[in-house]
């Protein structure tokens, strides 16, 4: 068994792609709102599972492997290039946190056009990797991630999502995270602590 800083995990390169992939993620993200809020007559409906079956059948034989496919290896595009990522944006990246912007869409909605609950862990989880690669540490898993929502999170809005390491220690770092609206409130905030994988482990 080697020292391999990355455990078991492969070594994922950007993916160098045209410009067709950003406008499907920018469509299939509008899709996946629309989803949830349209209402046509059954007709319709009819013809929007037709139409996305058809995409599924377009599609299907060029499944890949995880770390093949695009999905979060396209940086420059929000959320990595994957749909189950928030759609965020980097702002700042350094060694004493990292600085993200996200817009939630209906999507997310939980109700009341409030950010559902239990979306906010996952772009803290987001946040919590990004802070990890940006200290120089090497690649960890989530062992415990603890949200406060402080405030209700909007969709349609513009917020700011900022991470950092508390404290390191040997395998260990514990990290906060936090998410602002444009008026710096302070809508959720989260602690966790990640840990260094060993040598082979997945």
């Known amino acids: 068994m080697t020292d391999d800083p990355r455990g078991g995990f492969p070594d994922f390169q950007e993916a160098q792609l045209g410009p067709g992939f950003g406008r499907f ?16 007559d059954a007709d319709t409906w009819e013809r929007a599972a037709d139409l996305a079956e058809e995409l599924v059948e377009l599609l299907g034989p060029y499944e890949a492997a995880e770390g093949v496919g695009p999905a979060s290896r396209v940086p420059g595009l929000p959320g990595g ?13 350094g060694h004493d946190g990292v600085e993200v912007e996200v ?26 990797g990004m802070v990890i690669h940006a200290a120089g ?11 406060d929502y402080r405030n209700v999170t ?6 700011t999502a900022r991470g950092w390491v508390r404290e390191a220690q040997g395998r260990k ?14 809508l959720a905030e989260a602690n966790g602590l990640m840990i260094r994988l060993l040598p082979g482990q997945p």
């Open 81 to 93: 290039g994957s749909l189950l990522m928030p759609p965020f944006r980097m702002l700042s990246f």
């Open 137 to 147: 540490r090497p690649i960890s898993r989530t062992a415990f991630l603890h949200v």
């Open 25 to 40: 993620l920018t469509a299939m993200r509008r899709a996946q709102d629309l989803a949830v809020s349209a209402d046509p």
């Open 103 to 128: 817009a939630f869409s209906r999507f997310s909605v939980g109700g009341n056009s409030a950010v559902h609950g239990g979306v906010l862990p996952l772009l803290f989880d987001s946040v919590f």
């Open 154 to 159: 909007p969709i349609d809005t513009v917020l």
């Open 173 to 186: 770092a514990f990290v906060n995270a936090e998410l602002r609206d444009p008026e710096d409130t302070l």
